[in-house]
């Protein structure tokens, strides 16, 4: 306590949200970037790591997190108890006896050095709950066992905050002691289980009570200024009070698409292909281009080039990179990216046989673009087209699809152009989906059986259509 009050440096334990799958990815890069072990939560999608105060800005840093926390405190098996009565009374107990000092010297610490939250229009706007409510429903939309969506659905709850709550916010971490003016919390309660004898809601409003009570705190839904986190994991409860506003994903999209992926997801597949200098990478269905854009920003001694068979998403693609290229204009960098934009055909791309070194892509789930049964034409000529650009032996493909019925058996049929080294599950939006890590092969694109197979289909089919004719 007396270090957190003198400003000397303190050791805390950082949490962080992570995409699905990528939890390895993370910690490699906590490694790399901070030089700290990390270790993956027993949940999926989160990781934690030691640091000291006077390294806190390099978290923010970090482009494979989602979202930051400092843990107040964690406890691996919590010993709840049998009735939701006893178990909502010792949780109300707990709020007292927990070691937030350092917390919260974090919390206020970390005011300067976060990201302020964009500016958004307001969706359908929800009702402002007077005071005695608020405490009551803190978590009235977060109440779901798969953890990723809790806690996109907690992000979504914070983002109709008004200028004046900004405002607010930054007033907040300047001020010398907390107590100078009344702070505003609410309590988030993410929990995943199904032995619990007590809601989310519950837990939220029965917690956030007795904080309300020990620090004389305001509690307020939307206009809050600490976001107090009570992550519960089965047996698992980790405490937390949350160091960003918005997901650190909200970094380089400024066109979105109807499909456009989080930049910490490209960040974990571009990651997962290991780009090295002088690479060629293609996205050929970059959409919004936010795979390229990331790559060219985070691995930018390889070069690009982003495609789309359909118009508006290279548009989209070359707004989204003179967006980018204005930013770092203004801020006095170099504002050249190694990244291009093309129009072209996927099944039909204007590339040298064999000259790409990494194709990486988003492919239609057949959701929301395209369809399943479009899929399964889709993916056969598109893999092999990939096949033909990529450089034998040594290319590579990293590809994120839902549809895996549909790609296994393509690239089952592709037995001999590509291999399958490795695969990283995903949750994308609440859909199940697979990164599918593959390696080219040594054979030469033409000469493998499928492709004689192939070939003298197409031959025969010239032949009947050649026939036709004379017949006519």
């Known amino acids: 306590n007396n270090d957190a009050i003198t400003g000397d440096v303190l050791t805390v ?46 978290v923010h ?17 919590y010993q709840f108890k049998e009735s939701k009565e006893d178990t909502l009374r010792e949780m109300q107990q707990l709020a007292s006896k927990l070691p937030w ?30 005071n005695a409510e608020a405490t009551d429903a803190t978590v009235a939309e977060t109440e779901q066992q798969e953890l990723p969506q809790a806690e996109s659905a907690a992000e979504n709850q914070t983002k109709a905050e008004s200028t004046a709550d900004r405002e607010t916010s930054t007033q907040d971490s300047e001020e010398a002691e907390p107590e100078a003016k009344l702070i505003k919390f609410r309590v988030t309660c993410n929990r995943a289980g199904d032995k619990h004898s007590f809601t989310s809601n519950e837990a939220a409003r029965d917690f956030g009570g007795a904080v309300q009570e020990f620090f004389q705190w305001k509690a307020d839904m939307t206009k809050f200024d600490i976001e107090v986190l009570l992550n519960i994991h089965k047996e698992e409860v980790v405490i937390g009070i949350a160091l960003t506003e918005e997901s650190l994903h909200r970094r380089n999209i400024s066109h979105f698409g109807p499909t456009t992926l989080r930049s910490t997801l490209c960040y974990g597949m ?11 990478i293609i996205d050929p269905m970059c959409g919004t281009g936010a795979i390229p854009l990331e790559g060219a ?22 707004n989204n990179v003179s967006h980018i290229q ?18 072209w055909d996927l099944c039909n791309l204007p590339i040298r046989t064999g000259s790409v070194d990494i194709v990486i892509t988003d492919m239609p789930f057949g959701k929301r673009m395209g369809s399943r049964k479009k899929n399964w034409d889709l993916y056969p000529p598109c893999l092999r087209e990939m096949a033909r650009v990529c450089t034998p032996g040594t290319g590579k493909a990293v590809l994120l699809t839902q549809d895996k019925k549909c790609f296994t058996k393509a690239i089952s049929r592709m037995g001999g152009l590509w291999r399958r080294l490795h695969t990283v599950w995903v949750n994308v939006g609440g859909l199940h989906a697979g990164v599918y890590l593959l390696k080219r092969t040594e054979a030469v694109f033409g000469q493998t059986p499928e492709d004689v197979h192939e070939s003298r289909e197409t031959v025969n089919a010239e032949g009947d259509e050649k026939g036709a004719e004379e017949l006519s």
Request: aromatic letters at 8%; glycine letters at 8%; one cysteine or more.
């Open 13 to 58: 334990t950082i949490g962080a949200t992570v995409p699905t799958g990528f939890e390895h990815t993370a910690a490699e890069e906590v490694k790399e970037k901070i030089g700290v072990d990390a270790r993956i939560g027993k949940d999926r999608g989160r990781i934690y790591f030691p640091i000291t105060t006077d390294k806190l800005f390099q």
């Open 61 to 77: 840093l970090l482009k494979s997190v989602d979202n930051l926390f400092v843990v107040v405190e964690e406890d691996d098996f």
């Open 101 to 130: 000092t350092n917390a919260l010297e974090v919390w206020k610490l970390n005011g300067t050095l976060k990201k302020r939250k964009g500016y958004r229009k307001r969706g359908n706007g929800t009702k402002v709950k007077s």
């Open 270 to 280: 571009l990651r997962l292909c290991k780009p090295q200098a002088s690479d060629i």
């Open 297 to 318: 920003i985070e691995f930018n001694s390889s070069f690009y080039v982003a495609g789309d068979n359909n118009d508006m998403a290279v548009n989209r693609t070359v």
């Open 326 to 343: 204005r930013r770092r204009a203004d801020k006095g960098s170099a504002s050249g990216l190694p990244i291009d934009t093309v129009q």
